[in-house]
């Protein structure tokens, strides 16, 4: 079955830097690749999201690349703020009928001002 | 509009009592999904209903989880004679069907076993 890896665990930066999380996939397969934010105490809220047919998207500071061929997937973050802060997850899952999201295990992330 | 709810938002129980986790998803969504989320660690894959069917339970842990849909709405998680090992939080999400991938997930429902 799929499995997802994370790097880092945690990441902190300065208000107004970058961040970049990596996360690897291990399906093939795999064809769709979302993003979440999850705040403390919250359920997590998907920021972005990727199909397999384009290598990139934007959205305002938020981008993610897809690597097929070395099947990984980041996400950038650019001019962090400290609303930024929290536990980040990728998920990666096959696009035909039902195929359960697999997840990676997380990053902390810690924007200080 | 709203969201996905769940309730309780904390429960907190004995060890060896059955406890139930409810799930409202979002009005039209045909799909609903059940996770678990241990203290730090990311989400672990329950259970999944396509209407009030459920095509995949391979998540569930072991046969004291149970989980139903009725009138392809609400659904409810059962935990039947609780462990302390299923301390975590029960999250629930839906999105519009299979197809479209999207995941709406609710606060979550903090289980705590004593």
């Known amino acids: 079955g799929e499995n997802v890896e994370q790097h880092p665990s945690t990441l902190s930066v300065q208000e107004g830097d970058s961040a970049v999380i990596k996360c690897t996939y291990s399906?093939?397969?795999?064809?769709?690749f979302p993003w979440y934010k999850q705040e403390l105490g919250k359920g997590p809220q998907l920021i972005i999201d990727i199909r397999s047919n384009v290598g990139e998207k934007k959205d305002q500071r938020i981008a993610v690349t897809l690597n097929k061929t070395a099947k990984h997937f980041s996400l950038h973050i650019t001019e962090t703020q400290p609303e930024d802060s929290a536990v980040y997850f990728c998920a990666a899952s096959k696009n035909t009928g039902f195929q359960k999201l697999v997840f990676g295990t997380g990053t902390r992330l810690l924007v200080s001002p | 509009g709203a969201g996905v709810s769940q309730s309780p938002s904390n429960k907190v129980t004995e060890k060896g009592k059955d406890v139930e986790l409810r799930c409202d998803p979002i009005?039209?969504?045909?799909?609903l999904y059940w996770y678990r989320q241990r203290l730090g660690q990311g989400l672990e894959f329950l259970i999944y209903f396509q209407g009030n069917s459920a095509p995949d339970k391979s998540g569930l842990p072991s046969d004291r989880f149970s989980a139903e849909r009725t009138g392809e709405s609400v659904s409810t998680l059962t935990i039947q004679r609780t462990q302390q090992e299923d301390s975590a939080v029960y999250l629930c999400?839906?999105?519009?069907?299979?197809?479209?991938?999207?995941?709406?997930f609710g606060p979550g429902t903090r289980l705590l076993v004593l």
């Open positions: 009005s039209g969504h045909t799909a």
């Open positions: 399906d093939s397969a795999s064809n769709y």
């Open positions: 999400a839906s999105s519009l069907d299979e197809v479209v991938k999207t995941q709406y």
